[in-house]
């Protein structure tokens, strides 16, 4: 596993400026291998992200698989249903789609909070 992981995050910090991923609980739990995995795998990408000179940035997830990316109204659906279809704006995309639209948007709004309405003189 870990083999494939530095793989991967090399793969990814080579490959792109800016990875945006979910905020994760670093909690370690001694009896949930996922999550200690997971865990691994974002520190390993934070770490090698300076050596390639690539932005790692973890967006709150709260919603990201319930918001729509098109208009932001959140929608109460069951996990295994495969389809995102907000009654709102009548948006309809694949939940897989969706989500990682909502997180690039987070990290959009995240940078503009942190920036100034004008350039410095």
């Not at 291998?33 to 940035?57: A, P, Q």
């Not at 698989?65 to 495969?82: A, D």
Request: hydrophobic share 30%; with cysteine; glycine share 4%.
């Amino acid at each position: 596993m870990l083999h494939y992981q530095h793989e991967l995050t090399t793969l990814l910090l080579q490959e792109y400026d800016l990875v945006v991923v979910e905020e994760f609980g670093r909690k370690l739990n001694a009896e949930n291998h996922s999550e200690r995995h997971m865990s691994g795998f974002l520190d390993l990408l934070e770490y090698k992200s300076d050596l390639h000179s690539t932005h790692v940035v973890e967006v709150d997830p709260a919603g990201t698989t319930t918001e729509c990316s098109e208009c932001g109204v959140g929608t109460s659906k069951p996990p295994w249903i495969p389809e995102h279809s907000c009654p709102a704006s009548d948006h309809t995309e694949d939940r897989d789609l969706n989500a990682p639209k909502n997180i690039l948007s987070r990290n959009r709004s995240q940078r503009a909070a942190g920036c100034s309405e004008s350039p410095p003189v």
